[in-house]
C-alpha cells in the first residue's frame, strides 16, 4: 500500500532540489539583465509550461463529479490572484535579494524565513499560537541556515536591501502556499499552478518595466530563463502542488528547506572552481 505522507514528502523534497538550482542559474545570466526582469520572464515561461499541461488533457485524469473537477471560476480567481501577488512578489524580490545577498545566504534568509511566516500567518487565521513543535522545528530551521551562512565565507556579504528583499520573498512563499492549499481544493494540481502563475506574470512584467526599464537579453540569457521556467518553476512547482494534496503546509515548507542546502552547495562548488581556474 502506498503511503501518501511519504509520496508527499518525496515529490516536496524533489521540488526543493530543483529550487535550489536557481540561484547559481542566475549567477550565469549577464550583469545587463535586470533580476527583475529574470523573476518576471521566468513566470512567463512558466505560465506558457503550465497551460501546455493544461491544454494536453489535464494530465491529472480527474473526473467530472470529483471536487476538482467542478471548476468554478468564482471560487479560483480569489485565490488565484492573492496566490499569484504573492509568487509575483517572491519572485522579483528573490532574484534580487540573492544578487545583493549572495546565493547561500540570500536562498537562505528567503527559504529559512518561510516556516516562521507560515507559523505567524497560520495563528493569525486560527487566532491561536502556534505549536510547541512549531517552535522548535522555527529553532532548528534559523539555526540551520546559520550554519549556512556562516559557511558560506566570502560568498556571502550583508546587504540591509538585500535581507528585507529576502525576507519579503520568504512573506510571498508563505502566502502563495497558504492560497495554493486552497485552491487544490477547487481544481486540479496543474489548473492551480496555471492559474497563479499566469497572474503573477501578468503583474511581474509591468513592474519589471517600472523598475528596470526595456528589457536587455542575449541568446544565453534565453536559454537560462528557459531552464528556470520549464525545470525550476514549472516542474518543480507542479510537484509541490501535488505534494500539498498528501501534506500539511507546515511540512510542506519544512521540508523545502532543501532549497538553500542545495543552494549553499552548488554555490560553495562554484566558488572553488572559480578559485582553481584563477
Request: charged share 10%; glycine share 12%.
Amino acid at each position: 500500500m502506498k503511503n501518501p505522507a511519504l509520496i508527499g514528502a518525496a515529490t516536496a523534497l524533489t521540488a526543493a532540489a530543483l529550487w535550489g538550482t536557481t540561484g547559481t542559474t542566475q549567477s550565469f545570466v549577464t550583469s545587463h539583465t535586470s533580476p527583475y526582469w529574470i523573476g518576471a520572464l521566468r513566470l512567463v515561461v512558466a505560465s506558457v509550461f503550465f497551460a501546455c499541461v493544461v491544454w494536453w488533457g489535464r494530465s491529472d485524469g480527474v473526473q467530472a463529479g470529483t471536487p476538482q473537477g467542478r471548476f468554478s471560476l468564482r471560487k479560483v480567481w480569489p485565490w488565484a490572484l492573492l496566490g499569484g501577488m504573492a509568487m509575483a512578489a517572491y519572485n522579483l524580490c528573490f532574484f534580487a535579494g540573492v544578487k545583493a545577498t549572495g546565493i547561500a545566504a540570500g536562498t537562505g534568509v528567503a527559504l529559512g524565513s518561510g516556516p516562521v511566516w507560515i507559523g505567524v500567518l497560520e495563528s493569525v487565521i486560527a487566532r491561536r499560537p502556534p505549536r510547541p513543535l512549531w517552535w522548535w522545528g522555527t529553532a532548528l530551521a534559523v539555526t540551520g541556515i546559520s550554519f549556512i551562512l556562516a559557511g558560506s565565507h566570502g560568498e556571502a556579504h550583508f546587504d540591509m536591501l538585500g535581507v528585507g528583499l529576502c525576507l519579503a520573498a520568504g512573506l510571498g512563499y508563505a502566502i502563495y502556499t497558504l492560497a495554493s492549499k486552497h485552491l487544490l481544493g477547487v481544481a486540479t494540481p496543474a489548473v492551480a499552478t496555471c492559474s497563479v502563475f499566469t497572474t503573477a506574470a501578468l503583474i511581474a512584467v509591468p513592474v519589471a518595466v517600472l523598475i528596470s526599464g526595456p528589457l536587455e537579453a542575449t541568446g544565453a540569457t534565453w536559454v537560462l530563463v528557459g531552464y528556470l521556467g520549464v525545470v525550476t518553476t514549472g516542474v518543480a512547482y507542479l510537484l509541490f502542488s501535488h505534494a500539498l494534496r498528501y501534506v500539511s503546509v507546515a511540512t510542506c515548507v519544512s521540508l523545502s528547506l532543501a532549497e538553500p542546502v542545495t543552494a549553499f552547495v552548488l554555490a560553495i562548488r562554484s566558488q572553488r572552481e572559480s578559485g582553481y581556474k584563477k
